[in-house]
């Protein structure tokens, strides 16, 4: 999709997955860094970090999923599960919740940027709703067959496990993705199927896909 890189070859990254530092949300920023392998990670003070680690961790769609006891909550559940119906409040949840991994920090630059990649078609949503109140939700970029889960919430419980579940259901099963990438581990992801592969394999799928 984009022949030329503003960004370092992501295998020059130090042993944190650090690439780069500097530059914006725009979206061409962010769909250059995306489509290959990289992320906004972290920011300083209004700097950007930019990661591309290794391992990479990410769920192909043979090892995906889900838990007897979630299956039958699953199952048994009364929301209404849309996509990309109100992609921005799903990151303003996402910004607001109190989460204790490290991949929470979203300021107001981040959620315009990626809301305008949304608008753009390179962005999407899932929102679950109580009846008219959001209650849990994610996000991601999505390019060509390719989606990077970015965040997600949950005001209810299991609400971001069933965004999830119908996420992966539409990707894998509607659309033919070959896998989901997570970023980095989490135990909430293992418990779906997620390994963690090499960045140079990983490198080598995302040009497939995209």
Not at 17 to 23: C, D, F, K, N, T
Request: hydrophobic share 40%.
């Amino acid at each position: 999709m984009f022949n030329f890189s503003i960004f370092p070859d992501p295998e020059t990254a130090n042993e944190e997955g650090l690439v780069a530092i500097g530059g914006d949300f725009s979206p061409i920023t962010l769909l250059e860094a995306y489509s290959h392998g990289i992320f906004p990670w972290y920011e300083n003070n209004g700097i950007i970090f930019w990661y591309s680690p290794d391992p990479r961790f990410i769920i192909f769609r043979e090892d995906f999923r889900i838990g007897k006891r979630l299956l039958r909550y699953y199952k048994k559940h009364h929301y209404n599960i849309t996509f990309n119906k109100d992609f921005y409040a799903v990151m303003k949840y996402c910004q607001m919740v109190k989460r204790n991994d490290a991949g929470t920090w979203i300021t107001d630059e981040m959620i315009q940027g990626y809301y305008e990649l949304h608008k753009l078609g390179y962005a999407i949503s899932v929102e679950v709703w109580d009846n008219k109140k959001l209650v849990g939700g994610l996000y991601g970029v999505n390019i060509g067959r390719y989606f990077c889960g970015e965040s997600m919430f949950s005001l209810e419980k299991n609400a971001s496990k069933f965004a999830f579940i119908e996420l992966a259901k539409k990707l894998f099963f509607e659309l033919n993705y070959r896998f989901i990438d997570c970023q980095i581990y989490s135990e909430h992801m293992n418990r779906f199927g997620g390994i963690s592969i090499p960045r140079k394999e990983f490198l080598k799928l995302l040009k497939r896909v995209i």
